[in-house]
């Protein structure tokens, strides 16, 4: 089965799905995005997705390419056109395509729109959460409004290459007073020796994870602690568990911070439960 792309109004092969070279993603990286699992063939808390996406896409004053109705219909087909049972689904709007300029396009200029689904390996992704992953710490140098899911991910991409570089699987970045804020594409957790599950406030200098949102719920129908404060990386390194939550790996356990165990260096009995019950919490859509 071909892969295909949604691209501005049409369905074509992916190898073929292009955007113009004066795309505004493309050269100013402005424009927003969301990732959403695909878990049987259905879009995961789809409602969410959407609900941030609209909030980024205000945030930068880009208007909506098209409705939320006329928007699920592509998603469908699109998911229909791909026949993916486990997967993601890439959504991607940009400011358009409009000679180089920084200042905003002329009025009129359409939002580009982009589409694309790949499956992954659920089974692949069950084994890496048996054994969990390591982390590496990198200084936080990414701009104030990391809120918005922007397209504009370069010191993520840097960061997560130094993990790679370093035998890690994820970067946490670590604010000025020391505090983690998140991973390059994941939301940071710790669970301290009292019990408690803590994660940052998703006000400023994190994204606010959909993930994070559900794993909340989860932990709190679970009836378990949760503490919403910074924390540190000594903090981390004494903690019972780690994980980090994200759309690409539901709840994935830490096991090692900067070449350090965690605990006994195997993942947790929290992070596991949390995963376990994640899919019953979250929306699965039609
Ligand atoms: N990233 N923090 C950052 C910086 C992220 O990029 C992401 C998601 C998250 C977790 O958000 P959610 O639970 O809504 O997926 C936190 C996506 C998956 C990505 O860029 O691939």
């Known amino acids: 089965m071909s892969r295909i792309a949604y691209v501005n109004g049409r369905y074509i092969p992916h190898a073929l799905a292009m955007v113009h070279v004066e795309d505004r993603g493309y050269q100013f990286a402005d424009g927003v995005y969301e990732v959403c699992e695909v878990r049987e063939g259905r879009l995961v808390d789809k409602r969410r997705h959407l609900e941030r996406l609209a909030r980024s896409l205000a945030e930068i004053r880009i208007a909506p390419p098209m409705s939320n109705a006329a928007l699920d219909v592509v998603l469908r087909e699109t998911l229909r056109c791909n026949r993916v049972r486990d997967g993601l689904l890439y959504l991607q709007i940009t400011r358009g395509v409009a000679r180089r300029e920084h200042a ?41 409004r990391v809120d918005i899911k922007t397209i504009g991910l370069l010191p993520n991409v840097l960061a997560r290459q130094m993990a790679r570089d370093r035998g890690a699987r994820e970067a946490w ?48 129908r679970e009836g378990l602690t949760i503490e919403e404060r910074p924390f540190s990386v000594p903090e981390a390194l004494k903690a019972r568990e780690a994980f980090v939550t994200a759309a690409t790996q539901i709840v994935m356990p830490v096991v090692e911070i900067d070449g350090r165990k965690i605990a006994d260096g195997r993942p947790g009995p929290v992070a596991r439960a949390l995963r376990a019950r994640f899919h019953a919490v979250a929306e699965i859509g039609p």
């Open 173 to 220: 970045f670590v604010d000025k007073e020391g505090m983690v804020t998140e991973g390059a594409s994941t939301n940071a957790w710790i669970v301290v020796p009292a019990g408690a599950i803590v994660t940052r406030p998703a006000t400023l200098g994190i994204l606010k994870g959909i993930t994070r949102a559900v794993v909340l719920e989860v932990a709190a």
């Open 104 to 144: 905003f396009p002329p009025p009129g200029t359409k939002p580009s729109l982009v589409v694309t689904v790949r499956a992954s390996d659920r089974a692949k992704l069950e084994a890496q959460a048996e054994t969990g992953i390591a982390v590496v710490t990198v200084s936080d140098n990414r701009w104030e």
